[in-house]
């Protein structure tokens, strides 16, 4: 079962290093494209308006005291989180520069240009399809095999270490983000609920897909 997936697959379109800064076409394509997925799944639940996701509930929180756009403060959070690669061993790559420049920026534009749905109903579909996009969209940009976003890069770490399973970890991993969001003031809704406890297991199913798909 996906959920008890604790490796990062590689397929073909994979990088055969981390670190590789001039890689296939293929695979800084799917590099792009998975992040872009990511990002537009973390701004459409933001649009939803039934809650941010963990990490945006703390942008939310810090963006109380502080006049920049949440887009902002999500890539300013990213290069804090890398700082605490430091002891886990991380090291960062092409991969990592990318999630923090388009997560951000695809945040900013959905804020920007996608209306909110105007029923609750359709606030929630939008909802858990922006949670599973997370997942598949992370699922993608991992295998590219490019280094891991700053976020992922501590999931990648901590599981290292614990040796738990992938979804444990990031699911651990959300539900303390969004309390420390929530304490600061961040808004919490049933979206952030979904993405807490829904984005471990969606990033081991996107995970699970693409090897299945492309192997």
Same mark, same amino acid.
């Given at each position: 079962m996906?959920?008890?997936?604790?490796?990062?697959p590689?397929?073909?379109?994979?990088?055969?290093?981390?670190y590789?800064?001039?890689?296939?076409?293929?695979?800084?394509?799917?590099?792009?494209f998975?992040l872009?997925?990511?990002?537009?799944?973390?701004?459409?639940?933001?649009?939803?308006?039934?809650?941010a996701?963990?990490?945006s509930?703390?942008?939310?929180?810090?963006?109380?005291?502080v006049?920049?756009?949440?887009?902002t403060?999500?890539?300013?959070?990213?290069?804090?989180?890398?700082?605490l690669?430091?002891p886990?061993?991380?090291?960062?790559?092409?991969?990592?520069?990318?999630n923090?420049?388009?997560?951000?920026?695809m945040? &900013?534009?959905?804020?920007?240009?996608?209306?909110t749905?105007?029923?609750y109903?359709?606030?929630?579909?939008?909802?858990i399809?922006?949670?599973v996009?997370?997942?598949?969209?992370g699922?993608?940009?991992?295998?590219?095999?490019?280094?891991?976003?700053?976020? &992922?890069?501590l999931m990648?770490?901590?599981?290292r270490?614990?040796?738990?399973?992938?979804?444990a970890?990031?699911?651990?991993?959300e539900?303390?983000?969004?309390?420390?969001g929530?304490?600061?003031?961040g808004?919490v809704?049933?979206?952030?609920?979904?993405?807490?406890?829904?984005?471990?297991?969606?990033?081991?199913?996107g995970?699970y897909l693409v090897d299945?798909?492309?192997?």
């Amino acid at each position: 079962m996906f959920l008890k997936i604790k490796n990062i697959p590689k397929v073909n379109w994979s990088s055969e290093k981390p670190y590789n800064f001039r890689p296939k076409l293929s695979t800084f394509f799917f590099l792009c494209f998975g992040l872009t997925l990511f990002g537009l799944g973390e701004g459409l639940l933001i649009v939803s308006f039934t809650g941010a996701s963990p990490w945006s509930v703390l942008a939310q929180g810090i963006s109380l005291n502080v006049n920049l756009s949440i887009g902002t403060i999500t890539f300013l959070i990213s290069i804090a989180v890398l700082i605490l690669w430091i002891p886990l061993s991380q090291k960062p790559g092409m991969g990592t520069i990318f999630n923090a420049l388009i997560i951000a920026l695809m945040i &900013d534009l959905c804020i920007r240009f996608v209306p909110t749905p105007s029923t609750y109903f359709h606030q929630l579909i939008l909802a858990i399809i922006s949670v599973v996009m997370v997942g598949i969209g992370g699922g993608i940009y991992l295998v590219s095999n490019l280094g891991a976003g700053p976020r &992922d890069g501590l999931m990648i770490g901590l599981q290292r270490v614990s040796n738990l399973p992938i979804a444990a970890v990031r699911a651990t991993l959300e539900i303390t983000i969004v309390s420390i969001g929530w304490y600061l003031g961040g808004t919490v809704g049933i979206g952030t609920l979904l993405f807490a406890f829904g984005i471990g297991p969606c990033v081991a199913l996107g995970l699970y897909l693409v090897d299945k798909i492309f192997n």
